[in-house]
């Protein structure tokens, strides 16, 4: 539930803040939020991350993009019902990386590109312009690489029954 929930909610907030932006800004256009620091611009991203493969013709950098999101996105639920019972922060972390990559997906698919907005920077250094459906993708990864390092199997955060009737995690 917390799964379908996640990946729902994230796909709808990135779609809804990207019309919002594509509703109330023309392209380049920035509204500084916090001067020096943080702003709302409007731009599109043709590539991935950091722009890469930004150049590559559009049929070619389009077909591997879709191909990516729907390989990545298999995985990803063959990876849910393979942990989802193990930890509930599983099913948080897959969640936010799902709803992520199909909010980017959708972008993709409908117009060649991804809507970008939110422009982190300090002086003239700026952070790649990122979207919602980014920083979901990031928080998941994140989750799911710290319950993986730090929260092994039988530790905080199971959920799954062990011999004793105890979930994994209660302290004796």
């Known amino acids: 539930m917390l799964f379908a929930s996640l990946f729902f909610l994230v796909v709808i907030l990135d779609q809804v803040t990207k019309y919002w932006i594509v509703s109330n800004f023309s392209m ?7 001067p ?10 043709t590539g991935a991350a950091f722009g890469i493969l930004a150049g590559q013709e559009t049929l070619w950098r389009q077909v591997f993009f879709v191909g990516v999101a729907a390989v990545a996105l298999v ?18 972390a897959l969640g936010l990386i799902a709803g992520g990559a199909v909010g980017n997906l959708i972008d993709r698919v409908r117009l060649g590109s991804v809507i970008d907005f939110l422009d982190v920077y300090i002086g003239a250094h700026h952070w790649p312009a990122f979207n919602v459906a980014d920083s979901a993708i990031c928080v998941g990864v994140a989750v799911f690489l710290v319950k ?15 011999r004793t009737g105890q979930k994994q995690g209660d302290r004796v």
């Open 36 to 45: 020096g620091f943080f702003n709302l611009t409007y731009l599109t991203n």
């Open 148 to 162: 993986n390092i730090f929260w092994p199997q039988g530790e905080a955060g199971d959920t799954k029954p062990s």
């Open 75 to 92: 995985v990803i639920g063959f990876m849910y019902r393979r942990l989802r019972a193990g930890s509930a922060w599983y099913g948080a």
């Open 28 to 34: 380049y256009e920035a509204l500084p939020v916090i």
